[in-house]
């Protein structure tokens, strides 16, 4: 039975992008970017989401040699064994555990990563250069980890060249406007579902685009308003900045690790689905 409310959850979910219908403001600013880099140098625009895939990339395999990572690898693998001793590594916990356990198991790496997430925004609220400046990094590095964790939990090793450009994907997916999330979902889906090799990917291996510009300006704000009233102090402390910080970073993290939650349960049900 729990299959079946897991799917529905997830069917409620995804309910949302059925529905969504942007407003004025969010076409005239699709239209301002598409016009805006249309004015770019072709060159210019294709070597700078280069580089930025390239730093998503290689950020993605640094984190898998963290002894951070390690760490969180063998906790969920040890709460795996709690509940079924038969578990020997990763990918076990797909095969041994009901998806009711690994939701279970993934709410428990989410909530430590909105805790981060929240804690690591309050100190930027701080209004101090290099917490603002380290600010953005660190928040894609916190929200990819937690799509791997994630991942992790539900039986894929990212360390496989797949598993590591769909986690990419994911979470690329989960940083974009609600309006274009719809459509990176149905990308997501159709390329779990035409998978012809299990290590590697075949489709396409491009991220970021001037679709995803909104999730940095969004930031951008962010660091302004966070500058804009780091001066109203109470008590010695900006109470309004580290609240902005907070909220706003906590608020990406739940975004990214809802959209994570629901594509791994519906891809570990659909693949039940085929074995059965």
Do not use: C
């Amino acid at each position: 039975m729990s299959k079946e409310r897991v799917a529905m959850e997830v069917d409620n979910w995804l309910a949302q992008f059925r529905n969504y219908q942007p407003n004025d403001f969010e076409m005239i600013y699709d239209d301002w970017i598409q016009q805006s880099f249309y004015k770019v140098d072709p060159g210019i625009k294709e070597k700078f989401f280069s580089k930025l895939d390239d730093w998503f990339f290689h950020t993605h395999a640094f984190l898998q040699g963290t002894s951070f990572q390690n760490e969180a690898r063998g906790r969920i693998l040890t709460v795996g064994r709690v509940l079924a001793e038969n578990i020997e590594n990763i990918t076990d916990m797909r095969k041994e555990l009901s998806v009711d356990q690994l939701t279970y198991i993934a709410e428990q790496q989410i909530a430590r990563g909105r805790l981060y997430s929240f804690a690591q925004g309050g100190l930027t609220g701080t209004g101090g250069w290099l917490l603002l400046g380290l600010d953005y990094p660190l928040m894609m590095v916190m929200n990819i980890r937690a799509v791997q964790l994630v991942g992790l939990t539900f039986g894929h090793e990212m360390n496989h060249p797949y598993e590591m450009m769909i986690s990419l994907k994911v979470f690329h997916a989960a940083t974009l406007p609600k309006r274009l999330q719809g459509a990176a979902w149905k990308d997501l889906i159709n390329e779990v579902n035409d998978k012809n090799h299990p290590y590697i990917f075949e489709g396409e291996d491009r991220l970021t685009n001037e679709s995803w510009i909104e999730q940095p300006l969004k930031q951008a704000f962010k660091s302004l308003f966070i500058l804009t009233f780091r001066k109203k102090v109470f008590q010695g402390l900006p109470f309004i900045s580290i609240a902005i910080g907070a909220y706003s970073n906590y608020h990406l993290t739940r975004q990214v690790t809802d959209f994570a939650l629901k594509f791994y349960q519906y891809r570990h049900l659909k693949q039940e689905e085929r074995e059965a």
